[in-house]
């Protein structure tokens, strides 16, 4: 079992940036790869993004490529989660995953990861 809490989410003006966290806890944090999801109100879980669980290896959503980066401590069993130039169609909640195997064999779906956080809310005023 892994328990996930995401932090730092907020209100930010378009254009602005955020630095989302997620501290894990319970099995060991640094066999898993972590993952970000976001959902908009009325919309599907959406794939952010993805890092192995070394940290050697990141996947980005093409929506946010070039403006978000993930990145994780297994010191501290924590990822983040870097959000720069935020648009009016980024807000939604933002869900940390984790999930059992290497990115590299993911679609990149919500099946993929095991287990989820509670999500943190991410506000863009324009």
């Known amino acids: 079992q892994v328990q996930l809490v995401e932090s730092g989410g907020g209100l930010v003006q378009a254009g602005g940036s955020l630095r989302l966290s997620c501290a894990a806890s319970?099995?060991?944090?640094?066999?898993?790869?972590m993952g970000w999801f976001r959902q908009a109100p009325g919309k599907e879980r959406e794939f952010v993004a993805a890092?192995?669980?070394?940290?050697?290896?990141?996947y980005d959503a093409d929506s946010v490529k070039g403006r978000f980066t993930i990145s994780r401590d297994n010191a501290k069993n924590t990822v983040y989660l870097q959000m720069n130039s935020l648009k009016p169609e980024d807000p939604a909640v933002y869900y940390c995953?984790?999930?059992?195997?290497?990115?590299?064999?993911?679609?990149?779906?919500?099946?993929?990861?095991?287990?989820w956080g509670q999500g943190t809310q991410v506000t863009v005023s324009s």
């Open positions: 995953a984790a999930g059992p195997y290497d990115p590299e064999y993911y679609s990149f779906g919500t099946y993929d990861f095991e287990y």
């Open positions: 319970g099995r060991t944090f640094s066999s898993y790869a």
């Open positions: 890092i192995s669980w070394s940290g050697g290896s990141t």
